[in-house]
T-cell receptor, first 111, second 113 residues
Framework: QKEVEQNSGPLSVPEGAIASLNCTYS??????FFWYRQYSGKSPELIMSIYSNGDKEDGRFTAQLNKASQYVSLLIRDSQPSDSATYLC???????????FGAGTRLTVKP | EAQVTQNPRYLITVTGKKLTVTCSQN?????MSWYRQDPGLGLRQIYY???????DKGDVPEGYKVSRKEKRNFPLILESPSPNQTSLYFC????????????FGSGTRLTVV
């Protein structure tokens, strides 16, 4: 079983819709959770971090964490074509020396 | 501007020819790390460094070396590159460790023929 699992996609949504990206993780001790956006050929860019159960909102982005279910999600409201990218989920623990990444979900927002 | 600078961006080399990929950060971060990214496998850690002169192996260290002689620099060395090291490489840094998230460099696409 992979440590961090994501649906590889591609996920296609129309412009203006809500895009929902999901991630599950296997290590129950995980304490910090991240979503990175990666455009093709570019480096990952941190867009959301979440540390406690519940929702965290930042502009059009909402991260949701459920530690009991070992599940973290990212909602993108009012999706724009510029949101088309691969989204990487990542988890780690305090005092860990590594961050575990999922393989990413490719999102396409169609005009 | 706070950033992690990697060079070169693209590199094509031949099997066995030693090469170095440089990484430098200007944020006074203690922690630096190297990852490789391959399709379907995601990002995998090669080596990391908690501070100057402190380095350790990640998940896929075979065929790679690193050094951390100055806080800002963390070069990745391939002493005898092989075709299975063809990949996209990223350097990442963080204030004290991965817990608060990474800043990534712009990446180096390496092809070994």
């Amino acid at each position: 079983q992979k440590e961090v699992e994501q649906n590889s996609g591609p996920l296609s949504v129309p412009e203006g819709a809500i895009a929902s990206l999901n991630c599950t993780y296997s290590d129950r001790g995980s304490q910090s959770f991240f979503w990175y956006r990666q455009y093709s050929g570019k480096s990952p860019e941190l867009i959301m971090s979440i540390y406690s159960n519940g929702d965290k909102e930042d502009g059009r982005f909402t991260a949701q964490l459920n530690k009991a279910s070992q599940y973290v999600s990212l909602l993108i409201r009012d999706s724009q074509p510029s949101d088309s990218a691969t989204y990487l989920c990542a988890v780690t623990q305090y005092n860990n020396n590594d961050m575990r990444f999922g393989a990413g979900t490719r999102l396409t927002v169609k005009p | 501007e706070a950033q992690v600078t990697q060079n070169p961006r693209y590199l094509i080399t031949v099997t066995g020819k030693k090469l170095t990929v440089t990484c430098s950060q200007n944020m006074n971060h203690e922690y630096m790390s190297w990852y490789r990214q391959d399709p379907g496998l995601g990002l995998r850690q090669i080596y990391y460094s908690m501070n100057v002169e402190v380095t350790d192996k990640g998940d896929v260290p075979e065929g790679y070396k690193v050094s951390r002689k100055e806080k800002r620099n963390f070069p990745l060395i391939l002493e005898s590159p092989s075709p299975n090291q063809t990949s996209l490489y990223f350097c990442a840094s963080s204030r004290q460790g991965p817990f608060y998230g990474y800043t990534f460099g712009s990446g180096t696409r390496l092809t070994v023929v």
